[in-house]
């Protein structure tokens, strides 16, 4: 079962090991990332971070959506963590969850700072008026204690 699905191109740090992790009761962490599943190192050091009693899987983008839809996620309470927008909206349009967290996306150069934390140019608007148009809830939230903002809001201001 799919608690949460988040944009946050650090992938696996303080805020999501621990806070969303705790916070969502969440028992194994899927990080999807086309570039990391490369990246033996990078692979390995991610492995390290993960909290105790959590499992954590690092797949491309094809291969998530192949295992969602298999099922054989199912047993776990399972937060995606997704490296960019692009691969979190790919992976929603093919399994049809209706909520993404904009967690962290990084300044790039022509990119607008929106929040501290989300950095968007007119190809994210594209993705994210696209998602919305699908029904597909966006809100930006750093860590759970906070309030959820509505991503929508910005869609103009790029």
């Known amino acids: 079962m799919i608690k949460m699905i988040r ?5 696996l740090h303080g805020q999501v090991a621990f806070s969303w992790t705790q916070a969502l ?15 033996p190192l990078r692979m390995k050091a991610l492995r390290l971070a993960k909290p105790a009693g959590t499992k954590v899987v690092i797949k ?40 993404i967290n904009l967690g962290n996306m990084p300044y790039k150069d ?17 993705i994210m008026q696209k998602l919305v148009d699908q029904g597909v809830e966006l809100f930006i939230q750093m860590v759970p204690t906070e309030n959820k903002i509505d991503a929508k809001k910005f869609l103009k201001e790029v």
């Open 110 to 126: 022509s990119k607008k700072q929106v929040t501290k934390s989300i950095f968007i140019d007119h190809d994210d608007v594209e």
């Open 25 to 39: 009761g969440a028992d194994a962490l899927l990080i999807v990332s086309d570039t990391v599943k490369k990246d």
């Open 60 to 99: 491309t983008c094809d291969e998530a959506i192949e295992q969602i839809k298999s099922g054989i996620t199912d047993k776990y309470k399972l937060f995606v963590i997704c490296e960019t927008l692009p691969i979190a909206a790919k992976l929603v349009e093919a399994i049809g969850e209706k909520a």
């Open 7 to 11: 944009v946050d191109y650090r992938l």
